[in-house]
């Protein structure tokens, strides 16, 4: 079965600090994707980024990155020179495609705490 | 283009009322998708919509939850009677097909049940 596992609960940190947000999963299947969505204090859960299992490529985009090792099962976040407005909860998800419909599922998320 | 739109916001209903959930998803998005979130804790999907029909709603209390979406737009989720452990914020997301993987959330419906 999919499994999510952000061990992070919480992190705090002051601004400017980087800040690398982890996530585990678990799957059967060779073929899934991987997603990172920042939930802000609104409630509206939005997308960051999708990575499919064959593209192991480090991504980055402005302060972001992202850090994809199938060999430890991980697809960590990084947040350079963080801000403010980076304050939200982050949920790593998985999806798989199972008889034709995509299941996505969640970790617990990680609150981040940018503190001025 | 228009978010995912969901009403309402907040509702407040004692244990055993029953309560229901509109989500208007993005025009022309194929899949429509309820997740339930309970405070501290990821999305957990209560149902999976292809169109009209039902794709996966493996984790929904069928006892007491039921939801539809007439004419593949429009859908509506209920629960009857609530549970104090209903409490939760419902969110509904909506996406172009079952292969896209970018699902478009909407602010979600905040129940607390008394």
């Known amino acids: 079965a999919q499994k999510v596992t952000q061990a992070q609960t919480e992190i705090s940190v002051v601004e400017k600090e980087d800040v690398t947000l982890d996530c585990v999963y678990e799957?059967?299947?060779?073929?899934?994707?991987l997603f990172w969505y920042k939930q802000p204090p609104s409630g509206e859960l939005v997308f960051l980024i999708r990575?499919?299992?064959?593209?192991?490529q480090n991504e980055i985009s402005g302060r972001y990155s992202w850090n994809f090792q199938k060999s430890t099962s991980s697809f960590n976040f990084t947040i350079t020179a963080s801000q403010v407005v980076d304050s939200a909860v982050y949920f790593c998800?998985?999806?798989?495609?199972?008889?034709?419909?995509?299941?996505?599922?969640f970790g617990q998320g990680t609150r981040l705490t940018i503190n001025p | 283009e228009a978010g995912v739109a969901q009403s309402p916001r907040y509702k407040i209903i004692e244990k055993r009322q029953s309560v229901a959930f509109w989500c208007n998803p993005i025009?022309?998005?194929?899949?429509l998708y309820w997740y339930q979130q309970i405070l501290g804790q990821g999305p957990k999907l209560l149902i999976q919509?292809?169109?009209?029909?039902?794709?996966?709603d493996s984790q929904l209390p069928k006892d007491r939850f039921s939801a539809e979406r007439l004419k593949g737009v429009d859908s509506t989720l209920k629960i009857q009677p609530a549970k104090l452990e209903d409490s939760a914020v419902y969110l509904c997301?909506?996406?172009?097909?079952?292969?896209?993987?970018?699902?478009?959330f909407g602010e979600g419906s905040r129940l607390t049940v008394l």
């Open positions: 025009s022309g998005h194929a899949t």
């Open positions: 799957t059967r299947d060779t073929t899934y994707y």
């Open positions: 998800a998985l999806s798989e495609v199972i008889q034709g419909a995509q299941k996505l599922v």
């Open positions: 919509f292809q169109n009209n029909g039902v794709v996966d």
């Open positions: 990575r499919n299992s064959f593209d192991e």
């Open positions: 997301a909506s996406s172009l097909g079952s292969y896209t993987g970018e699902l478009f």
